[in-house]
C-alpha cells in the first residue's frame, strides 16, 4: 500500500464561485463550481486515484479488494465495509439553502438506507464581515419556526454567526444551518448526500425554476431544543516537527489542524485510515517505501496498513480520521502533560 491520490470531482452549484480555481490554481472554466469532493465513495461520487499502481480505480472498488488494508481494523468488519466519511471543499459565491441533515434512524428509514450526516467546517477563506447561519434563535419552537416558513418569515428565527478564516464550526444532524457568500471551507461529513432544504432565497435556476424544498422532512429532523457551541478554539498541543489542535472528536469523526516546520509522525495505532488535505504551503508525505507531494489543495487517503508516515516540509493540514477517543486523544494528551482541566476544551463535542 501507499498513500493515495484523486482526481476531486467538482460539482456546479447555483451557488457556486471561483475561489477553488483562484485559491488552488485548478482549471474549471467559467462554470459556477460549488463543491469538490475530495475524497469519496458514495453513490453520487467515488473518487477515481490518480496515483501508483492502482491508479484509475476507483476508491469503491479498493475498498472491495484491499478493505481491512485501506480501512484498518478499527473500521473495517464483516457489518460495517464501506467507506465512513467524505471530504468536501466547498466554495460559497453567495448564500446556501437553509437546511438540515437528518440523523442515521432517519436517514436509514426515509432514504433508502442512507447515512445520517453531521459534518464540521473549517474555514479556509472568507470575504470580510463573513457570516453563517448556525442554529435557531433561543425559544424558538416548532410552532414558531412552521409559521415563519408558511409565512415567508424565516429570517425572523435565524441566528446567524460571523466567521473568518481559520475558524472551526461543527454542525451535527439536526442542526439548521446555512453557508454564506464569500466563503471556502473544507468540510468532513458522513458519507452521505441528503439534505433538506428549508428556504432557498426564493432564487431561480437559469431556466427560471426554483430548486425543490424539503420542509416537511424537516421539520421531522430539526432539533429545537438542542443549544450549540459558536466555535470550537480547540486544543493546541506542541510535537516534534510542529504543532496540533484538535478540533472534535465525536463518534464519527475527528478533526485536527497540523502544521508542520520539519518532520512530524503521523502515528496513530495502525489500525484506522487517515485523510489529509493541505490548505496551505507544501511538503512531502513520507512513508517507509517512499514519499509523494502534497501541495497546497490536495488531499490525500493514508492506508491504515501504510508503515511509519510522517509528514516533511511546511505546509498546513487538515487531518480527519474516526477515532478512538480514548486511545487516540485521551491518552496520548495526558501523556504530553495536559490535565484533565485542559480536555474540557474538547469533551464538548465527545457525543
Not at 460539482?11 to 457556486?16: N, P
Not at 424565516?154 to 451535527?172: F, R, S, T
Request: glycine share 8%; hydrophobic share 35%; with cysteine.
Amino acid at each position: 500500500m501507499y498513500p493515495l491520490l484523486f482526481y476531486p470531482i467538482h460539482m456546479e452549484r447555483i451557488w457556486g464561485g471561483n475561489k477553488l480555481k483562484v485559491n488552488f490554481a485548478r482549471e474549471l472554466g467559467d462554470k459556477p463550481i460549488g463543491e469538490s469532493w475530495e475524497l469519496a465513495c458514495h453513490k453520487n461520487g467515488n473518487s477515481i486515484i490518480s496515483n501508483g499502481y492502482f491508479k484509475g480505480k476507483s476508491l469503491g472498488d479498493l475498498i472491495s479488494d484491499y478493505g481491512q488494508e485501506i480501512l484498518g481494523s478499527a473500521i473495517y468488519n464483516d457489518r460495517y465495509n464501506k467507506f465512513p466519511l467524505l471530504v468536501k471543499l466547498i466554495d460559497a459565491r453567495d448564500w446556501l439553502s437553509v437546511q438540515v441533515h437528518p440523523n442515521d434512524n432517519y436517514a436509514c428509514e426515509f432514504e433508502n438506507g442512507e447515512l445520517g450526516k453531521t459534518e464540521a467546517w473549517y474555514i479556509i477563506d472568507a470575504i470580510e464581515d463573513a457570516r453563517i447561519v448556525y442554529g435557531l434563535k433561543e425559544g424558538i419552537s416548532k410552532k414558531d419556526f412552521r409559521a415563519c416558513v408558511d409565512k415567508n418569515r424565516i429570517g425572523d428565527c435565524l441566528k446567524e454567526l460571523k466567521v473568518k478564516a481559520g475558524d472551526v464550526v461543527y454542525i451535527p444532524a439536526g442542526m439548521v444551518h446555512a453557508l454564506g457568500e464569500g466563503i471556502l471551507v473544507y468540510e468532513i461529513q458522513q458519507s452521505s448526500d441528503t439534505t433538506y432544504r428549508i428556504y432557498d432565497w426564493d432564487r431561480v435556476d437559469r431556466h427560471g425554476h426554483k430548486r425543490d424544498l424539503h420542509v416537511e422532512k424537516a421539520m421531522d429532523v430539526i432539533s429545537f431544543n438542542s443549544k450549540y457551541q459558536d466555535k470550537i478554539r480547540g486544543l493546541r498541543v506542541k510535537e516534534d516537527g510542529g504543532d496540533r489542535t484538535v478540533y472534535i472528536a465525536n463518534r464519527y469523526f475527528a478533526v485536527e489542524r497540523l502544521i508542520t516546520s520539519g518532520s512530524m509522525s503521523l502515528a496513530l495505532d495502525g489500525k484506522r485510515f487517515q485523510i489529509l488535505t493541505c490548505i496551505d504551503g507544501s511538503g512531502d508525505l513520507v512513508y517507509k517505501k517512499g514519499s509523494i507531494r502534497l501541495n497546497k489543495g490536495s488531499s490525500c487517503l493514508v492506508p491504515a496498513s501504510l508503515s511509519e508516515p510522517s509528514l516533511k516540509g511546511n505546509l498546513s493540514v487538515i487531518r480527519s480520521y474516526v477515532p478512538d477517543r480514548e486511545k487516540n486523544l485521551i491518552k496520548p494528551l495526558l501523556l504530553k502533560g495536559y490535565l484533565e482541566s485542559d480536555l474540557e476544551q474538547i469533551a464538548a463535542l465527545f457525543d
